[in-house]
């Protein structure tokens, strides 16, 4: 997330006043304390030492823990299955692109931050989004994945609603759920090129005439 | 007429018969060429068979089985859905949806709007509910912002009401088509005379009647009109009747038992293993319900029942619903009279992010008020400058990914928003409810006959809006 590297946040009297704002959001309700410390005995934490264990992240009151793609499968058994997780439901699996590379990020028209350029490398997070209606907690597990060739086992084993799920995420992101009974695309036609909700796959667009003037496309305005 | 034109027209010899010998006579003489002295053939037409679908089908005959095409324009499969079904005889050996012939790339051209012109679009992905898309869409902007307990009293009150009015409207919908499906126009009348009562409040309320583009983050667009309240309690009143006329039209309707009791069965493990919620999951006896588990816009401190099932079959999501559009019934009495009692602005007072909201019915439509344009127009250059940059560039958004859930009439619609902290969204993924049921049709359907499998998936009313997006 950029809000690390993004100066204009991190900086400055605004943000010092902002961070007391955040430090409230960081803090989780009880409920999800307990499953974070629930996954943190069972797996490790990436911060207390443990190579191959959970980075924890919370924000806005939401739990998010990230693991590696060998420890998914594991880390979904073990929330569907622990009696103090329970997480009958995989409610949502969803993908975002960001994009590597040198990015100019200019919010000057609209923020008056001044511009400055952020450098990443390209992954694609995946999101499990799991729900416990016996003990009413949700969190999210993520995976990150470099966006070159994005590999991970399937959940369908853990979770059936993983099926169609998983074939949405390889359909718009490209990201290849091993051993998956059916990986083809879903949403879009069987021989269309490209995964459409990757960044670098453009919106396309005409531009729009109105008495003279021109408007252009949605992905080439400026603001 | 037509027998003028049909003697002006003769055969001349039998001209057709001619003309198809002058063509297959050179392909028979090839086929004697290479032949050798095999004898001349009159050459068969030959017909090819568009479609990858059917190469798969020597392994079916194989087996003795039929693999059958269902939709996509099919009167019965609720919306463009496809069903690949493979068929013992008459019964269901497996069943493939194929989907995505609505699908219109909303998420992704969300992407490139700012925040607020994103609740146009998300309204018209599930549009048998559009509130609650609207809902669910501004609930996530308003908690990426922070601004969740700051949205006023008046708007969540106008919001319940709203979302709840299109619950009923939703669910009469279901009853139209689902009881058309299985022939009964009756039901089909009546679902939709008693929709049309909800919509003409919202066009009241909204301007539209679908696609209303009504709840904003921050608020709602704009105040309800002031006989809403009378209009509201009228429509209110009177759909209990209606429904009483369901239930005495269709509950102990012997047909109608037949052909529901006992389709489509989802246990209560098998509905969570294949991520089904709402009604389905419901009626198969677990009491979720997103109201409950994470409330919005207060609706917590109204006083209503979740309703359960016990048999998971079609039948029983039937009297769910019913019972379920009585609740609504319930909410909206209680937020009516709270409505009256609640005085205030329907938006966030926070001018940076509040939509300018004072609009008012003009010559062309709805519009902003003349007093609010000669404002801005004529007296505060700020006021002009501030609603430009509003309007074009909108508001920025601190970075972060939030999930919020709402209970639409279909099941837990979510919304999962990212945001890089600009004055678009990074990305919305929206978790619909049809999407998943679709994906749980296999399941449900194995074993039923095909006529059963209307039954089964009106059941589950997937609106394909909401599952290609």
Same mark, same amino acid.
């Given at each position: ?21 955040? %430090? ?9 304390? @307990?499953?974070?410390? &629930?996954?943190?005995? @069972? ?7 443990? @190579?191959?264990?959970? %980075? ?5 009151? %939401? ?74 907690? &949700? ?69 729009? %005439? ?14 | ?8 027209? /003769? ?39 568009? *479609? ?16 059958? =095409? ?11 859905? !496809?069903? !690949? ?27 490139? !709007? ?18 609650? =898309? ?17 949205? /006023? ?37 009546? *679902?939709? !005379?008693?929709?049309?009562?909800? +919509? ?46 369901? #239930? ?36 198969? *006896? ?13 609706? #917590? ?34 937020? +009516? ?7 205030? /602005? ?56 939030? $999930? ?8 837990? +619609? ?11 969204? $990074? ?43």
């Amino acid at each position: 997330m950029s809000r690390d590297t993004n100066p204009n946040v991190t900086l400055g009297e605004t943000a010092a006043m902002r961070e007391g704002d955040l %430090e409230l959001e960081r803090t989780l309700p009880d409920p999800l304390v @307990a499953v974070r410390d &629930r996954l943190v005995e @069972a797996f490790g934490n990436v911060a207390e030492g443990d @190579a191959d264990g959970l %980075e924890v992240l919370a924000d806005r009151r %939401e739990l998010t823990v990230v693991t590696g793609p060998e420890r998914l499968i594991e880390l979904l058994a073990f929330c569907r299955d622990d009696p103090a997780l329970q997480c009958e439901l995989l409610s949502d699996l969803s993908g975002v692109h960001w994009l590597g590379g040198t990015h100019e990020a200019s919010a000057q028209a609209t923020t008056g931050w001044p511009t400055y350029t952020e450098q990443r490398t390209g992954r694609i997070e995946v999101n499990y989004l799991l729900t416990s209606i016996s003990h009413g907690h &949700r969190f999210r597990v993520r995976v990150n994945l470099d966006d070159e060739a994005p590999r991970l086992p399937t959940a369908t084993g853990v979770y059936s609603v993983a099926d169609f799920l998983e074939r949405e995420v390889y359909d718009f992101f490209g990201v290849v759920f091993a051993d998956h009974p059916n990986l083809q695309r879903i949403l879009m036609p069987e021989d269309w090129e490209g995964h459409p909700h990757r960044k670098d796959y453009p919106l396309g667009g005409v531009e729009v %005439e109105y008495k003279g003037a021109t408007i252009p496309p949605p992905d080439e305005r400026d603001y | 007429m037509s027998s003028d034109q049909h003697s002006d027209q /003769p055969p001349e010899s039998g001209a057709p018969w001619g003309e198809e010998e002058s063509v297959t006579e050179p392909t028979s003489a090839v086929a004697t060429h290479e032949g050798g002295d095999a004898p001349a053939r009159r050459a068969e037409p030959e017909y090819t068979l568009v *479609g990858g679908d059917w190469e798969e089908l020597p392994d079916a005959v194989e087996d003795d089985l039929m693999v059958l =095409n269902m939709g996509p324009q099919h009167p019965s499969t609720h919306g463009v859905l !496809r069903m !690949r079904l493979t068929l013992d005889g008459e019964t269901v050996v497996d069943n493939e949806p194929i989907i995505g012939y609505l699908h219109t790339g909303i998420e992704k051209n969300v992407e490139f !709007r700012p925040w607020v012109p994103g609740v146009t679009f998300v309204t018209r992905m599930d549009y048998l509910s559009p509130l609650f =898309n609207e809902l669910g869409y501004c609930l996530a902007v308003e908690k990426l912002l922070g601004v969740t307990d700051e949205v /006023p009293e008046r708007a969540q009150i106008i919001r319940v009401i709203m979302t709840e009015l299109n619950r009923i409207s939703s669910h009469m919908v279901w009853l139209a088509t689902g009881g058309m499906e299985l022939g009964s126009t009756t039901a089909m009348i009546f *679902g939709f !005379r008693e929709r049309e009562t909800v +919509l003409d409040l919202f066009e009241q309320v909204t301007g539209l009647r679908m696609n209303h583009a009504y709840i904003r983050p921050g608020g709602v667009s704009q105040d309800v009109p002031e006989d809403f309240v009378e209009r509201a309690n009228t429509v209110v009143t009177e759909i209990p009747n209606r429904l009483q006329e369901f #239930e005495d039209l269709l509950t102990e309707n012997p047909i109608w038992i037949e052909r529901l009791k006992g389709v489509g069965v989802l246990t209560a493990e098998q509905c969570l293993d294949l991520g089904v919620t709402g009604p389905p999951l419901r009626s198969a *006896g677990i009491p979720y319900d997103v109201r409950v588990t994470d409330p919005y816009c207060g609706i #917590e401190t109204y006083d209503f029942d979740v309703i359960t099932g016990e048999d998971g079959d079609a039948y029983a999501r039937y009297l769910l619903r019913i019972e379920e559009a009585r609740q609504s019934v319930r909410i909206i009495e209680q937020a +009516l009279e709270r409505l009256q009692r609640t005085e205030g /602005p329907v938006m966030l007072q926070d001018q940076k992010i509040a939509w300018p909201a004072q609009l008012a019915l003009g010559p062309d439509g709805i519009g902003n008020a003349q007093e609010y344009i000669s404002k801005i127009m004529g007296q505060s250059m700020e006021s002009l400058i501030h609603h430009f940059k509003l309007v074009t560039e909108g508001f920025t958004v601190p970075a972060g990914q939030v $999930y919020v859930p709402v209970e639409s009439p279909r099941g837990e +619609l979510g919304y999962h928003v990212t945001s890089n902290g600009t004055n678009k969204p $990074y990305r919305v993924k929206v978790r619909d409810p049809s999407f998943i049921h679709v994906g749980a049709l296999p399941t449900a359907t194995r074993g039923l006959l095909i006529a059963d499998v209307i039954v089964a998936v009106a059941s589950f009313d997937p609106v394909m809006g909401g599952v290609d997006r």
